[in-house]
Nanobody
Framework: VQLQASGGGLVQPGGSLRLSCAAS????????LAWFRQVPGKQRELVAS???????NYADSVKGRFTISRDNAKKTMYLEMNSLKLEDTAVYYC????????WGQGTLVTVSS
């Protein structure tokens, strides 16, 4: 299974970005999908997760600002990020939860004025 994140970029504080995660297999076979992020020198952290039924969970730091969704027919998961803060700067990855697949390269999100 390959999961590839994309959509990162440079954005000003308060701005928005939409990340996508394209899967090589039908997403319906993956019960729980998740977004993670990692800052150099720090551990990778869980940002948000979503089950096949659409149940979502978010880290406290992004609750109310980020929205995770999945489109099983398109084999794609999304992360809508609004009201971005400087501390959201990181490389974002997608994986299952638990993260049993290869991590891939991730996509860099840089929040800077």
């Amino acid at each position: 299974v390959q999961l590839q994140a994309s959509g990162g970029g440079l954005v000003q504080p308060g701005g928005s970005l939409r990340l996508s995660c394209a899967a090589s297999v039908a997403l319906g076979s993956v019960f729980r999908l998740a977004w993670f992020r990692q800052v150099p020198g720090k551990q990778r952290e869980l940002v948000a997760s979503i089950t096949t039924a659409g149940t979502t969970n978010y880290a406290d730091s992004v609750k109310g600002r980020f929205t995770i969704s999945r489109d099983n027919a398109k084999k794609t998961m999304y992360l809508e990020m609004n009201s971005l803060k400087l501390e959201d700067t990181a490389v974002y990855y997608c994986n299952g939860l638990p993260p049993v697949y290869n991590w891939g390269q991730g996509t860099l999100v840089t929040v800077s004025s």
